[in-house]
C-alpha cells in the first residue's frame, strides 16, 4: 500500500531537525593556471567513506552535489518527502548517496522518517492507549506466518492491527516487517541509527510506535476516489479516536466543482452519523497535494473534525 504524505496548508511539514556525525574536513592543495597565467592555489576536500546503508527522506534542503563539497557542482535538488537511498557516511559528515551515480548530501539535507512521530494526528508513547482501537490482535504464531509478500499486501486497517500486536508484546518486536521496505524493523532501525544519532536514541520499541503513528496518520491522508474508501478512514479516525485529520478527495466525477463537492461531503459526513452515530464538521479547498512516492495532483484538500 502506498503512503501518502500531504503537502498543502492543512497539515504540517515535517520539523525533525537531523543531526550530523560530526567531523573535522581536511584539505589538500593543488596548483592551477589561472587566466593571466599566474598560478593559482586550489582545495580539494578530502575524505573517506563509512558504508551505511539507509532510506532517508529529502527535506527543504535536499540538494545533491558531485563531491561532498559546497564548492563542487550541485547535481539536482531533490523535493521534499523522497526516499533517498544512502550508501555511506563520509569523514566530514556527508551523506554519500546512489541516484543513477554516486553523489553526496550535506548532513542537514536528509531525515529519518521514523525518528519522530511528533506531526502525526496521533501520536504519544502509552502502548494500551494507542492501541485501544485495534481489536482481535494476531498471536503468536500467527505473526511469524506472515512474509514480505504477506505484508504488502494487507490493506491499512489489517496492517495497523499487525503492528499492535507486536507492540502489545504477542512476538518480538525484531520480526516485525515495515511494509514500505518489507524489511525486518531491526535491520531497519539498525541501519537508520547509524546515521541519526535522534534515532539511536531511541528503543526499538520507540522506534515502532513513531512508525506505526506515522503510518496511521498517512493512512488518512488519501488522495481518496470514492466515497467507501473515505469512509473507511473516517472509521479508523473514529476507531483511534482522532479529533482532526486532513485529507485529499479526487473524483473525477467531481473534479473541480465545489457544488457537488459539498453535496458528496454532506452525504458521507450524515451516513457516518447514522452508521456510527458520529459527527464530523468539513472544510474544504480544491488545490495541489503532493503523494509521499513524489507524484502531485489536483483535488480536494478536506480537513475533518470530529464533534464531541
Known amino acids: 500500500m502506498r503512503r501518502t504524505k500531504l503537502n498543502t496548508k492543512l497539515n504540517t511539514k515535517w520539523k525533525a531537525a537531523f543531526a550530523l556525525i560530526a567531523a ?6 593543488a596548483q592551477t593556471v589561472g587566466g593571466n597565467g599566474q598560478l593559482l592555489e586550489t582545495y580539494a576536500v578530502e575524505f573517506t567513506v563509512t558504508e551505511n546503508k539507509a532510506v532517508l527522506y529529502s527535506n527543504d534542503k535536499t540538494k545533491v552535489y558531485k563531491q561532498p563539497d559546497v564548492n563542487s557542482e550541485v547535481v539536482t535538488v531533490i523535493a521534499p518527502d523522497i526516499p533517498v537511498n544512502v ?9 554519500q548517496v546512489s541516484l543513477n551515480g554516486t553523489y553526496y548530501v550535506m548532513g542537514d539535507g536528509l531525515i529519518s522518517k521514523n525518528a519522530s512521530s511528533a506531526n502525526a494526528v496521533v501520536s504519544g508513547t502509552d502502548i494500551k492507549k494507542l492501541t485501544k482501537g485495534t481489536f482481535s490482535f494476531y498471536k503468536n504464531p500467527e505473526l511469524g506466518d506472515f512474509d514480505a509478500d504477506d505484508i504488502e499486501d494487507m490493506d491499512e486497517n489489517t496492517y ?4 499492535d500486536s507486536f507492540l502489545m508484546g504477542y512476538a518480538m518486536l525484531e520480526d516485525c516487517i515495515l511494509q514500505d521496505s ?16 535522534n534515532v539511536a536514541a531511541l528503543s526499538m520499541q520507540g522506534y ?16 481518496f476516489r470514492n466515497d467507501r474508501d473515505l469512509k473507511l ?14 485529507t485529499v478527495y479526487r473524483n473525477s466525477s467531481i473534479g473541480s466543482d465545489e457544488t457537488k463537492v459539498k453535496k458528496a461531503m454532506e452525504t458521507v459526513v450524515n451516513e457516518m452519523k447514522a452508521e456510527q452515530g458520529v459527527s464530523f464538521t468539513c472544510r474544504m479547498e480544491y488545490g495541489d497535494y503532493k503523494t509521499s512516492d513524489g507524484s502531485e495532483g489536483k483535488g480536494w484538500i478536506i480537513e475533518f473534525t470530529k464533534k464531541d
Not at 211 to 216: E, H
Not at 233 to 246: E, S, W
Request: glycine letters at 8%; zero cysteines.
Open 208 to 223: 515502532l510506535i513513531n512508525y506505526r503513528n506515522n503510518y496511521l496518520s498517512d493512512s488518512l491522508a488519501g488522495p
Open 233 to 246: 478512514a473516517l472509521n479508523r479516525a473514529i476507531r483511534y479516536d482522532i479529533q482532526k485529520f486532513g
Open 182 to 197: 518489507g524489511k525486518n524493523l531491526k535491520e531497519v532501525y539498525e541501519s537508520e541509527a547509524k546515521v541519526d544519532k
Open 87 to 95: 550508501t555511506g557516511i563520509t569523514s566530514n559528515g556527508w551523506f
Open 160 to 163: 495497523i492491527k499487525y503492528l
Open 24 to 29: 573535522v574536513a581536511s584539505f589538500a592543495t
